[in-house]
């Protein structure tokens, strides 16, 4: 899960400080997330599964379709 969150980001060219910014959070904070050295609470995966257009599931790995379902939001 947290090499895909790494991997969505640095595929948009953006750095941590950016999405810790979007996530209204310090960049050690989000930093945290990526390593694995904090498990990432479910208000920051739906936020990120918003902004990266993706599901829950392709973040925590359950799936290697990064697609959303259908009626998502």
């Known amino acids: 899960m947290y090499r895909r969150i790494r ?4 595929d948009r060219d953006l750095n941590q400080t950016e999405i810790a910014k979007l996530l209204g ?5 989000y930093s945290k997330y990526e390593t694995g050295e904090n498990d990432i609470p479910t208000a920051i995966l739906i936020k990120l599964a918003r902004f990266y257009n993706t599901s829950i599931d392709y973040l925590l790995g359950e799936t290697n379709d ?3 379902y259908p009626n998502g939001k």
């Not at 959070?25 to 904070?29: E, L, P, R």
């Open 25 to 29: 959070m310090s960049q050690t904070g």
């Open 66 to 68: 990064p697609k959303r």
């Open 7 to 10: 991997d969505l980001r640095e």
